[in-house]
Nanobody
Framework: QVQLVESGGGLVQPGGSLRLSCAAS????????IGWFRQAPGKEREGIIC????????EYLDSVKGRFTISRDNAKNTVYLHMNSLKPEDTGVYHC?????????????????????WGQGTHVTVSS
């Protein structure tokens, strides 16, 4: 099983930026689809951005398009979530997860049911 560790969360003011990291050991993350998921207080976990194992287009939750991006650093075996223009509604616990590439048509599935290995999460609070 893939072991994942997230880091980089914290308190940030609205409009600010954060970069979250998802690091793995023992396996190569570039063999897996990686997803970032958010669980806001009182809400269900939702997939916000996912990237396939191979070249392909990431999938984004509409509310983060244009503000969040995802990238891989294979040399560091780490996947990053770059968050800009943060809003209070971005507050929550952010988890990264690894799974197999699963497609619906040409689009990568970005739902938690397709990801079997999870990190413990990192807290992000967007508040003034």
């Amino acid at each position: 099983q893939v072991q994942l560790v997230e880091s980089g969360g914290g308190l940030v003011q609205p409009g600010g930026s954060l970069r979250l990291s998802c690091a793995a050991s023992g396996v190569s993350l570039d063999d897996y689809a990686i997803g970032w998921f958010r669980q806001a207080p009182g809400k269900e976990r939702e997939g916000i951005i996912c990237i396939p194992s191979s070249d392909g287009n990431p999938e984004y939750l509409d509310s983060v398009k244009g503000r969040f991006t995802i990238s891989r650093d294979n040399a560091k075996n780490t996947v990053y979530l770059h968050m800009n223009s943060l809003k209070p509604e971005d507050t929550g616990v952010y988890h990264c997860a690894a799974g197999e590439d699963t497609y619906g048509g040409s689009r990568l599935r970005c739902s938690s049911i397709y990801f079997g290995s999870w990190g413990q999460g990192t807290h992000v609070t967007v508040s003034s």
